[in-house]
Nanobody, 114 residues
Framework: QVQLVESGGGLVQSGGSLELSCAAS????????MHWYRERPGTPRELIAS????????YLHDSVKDRFTISRDNAKHMVYLRMSCLKPEDTAVYYC???????WGRGTQVTVSS
């Protein structure tokens, strides 16, 4: 059974930093590109970051480029999203995802106050 458990969200002031974690289980972790999505209030869930199965290539949406970093630890079956210079518009529920398939955790709420 595929499980994706996000953690690390919280309330932070504008300009602050957070690191989100995703614990993955129930599948061969190294077979999959992993992604982070976010769902901001009133908007569809959007892809913001991806990392290759070996962790040697990544993608970041323009809105988070230069502020966010995605990484993974294949030995621990973990994916991370390091977020810095946070803005109020980064307020969202953040989800990790495997392979752009329909497997979702509960997400973790990030709230950035101005």
């Amino acid at each position: 059974q595929v499980q994706l458990v996000e953690s690390g969200g919280g309330l932070v002031q504008s300009g602050g930093s957070l690191e989100l974690s995703c614990a993955a289980s129930g599948f061969v972790f190294t077979d999959y590109v992993m992604h982070w999505y976010r769902e901001r209030p009133g908007t569809p869930r959007e892809l913001i970051a991806s990392i290759s199965s070996r962790g040697d290539d990544s993608y970041l949406h323009d809105s988070v480029k230069d502020r966010f970093t995605i990484s993974r630890d294949n030995a621990k079956h973990m994916v991370y999203l390091r977020m810095s210079c946070l803005k109020p518009e980064d307020t969202a529920v953040y989800y990790c995802n495997r392979g752009r398939l329909n497997d979702w955790g509960r997400g973790t709420q990030v709230t950035v106050s101005s």
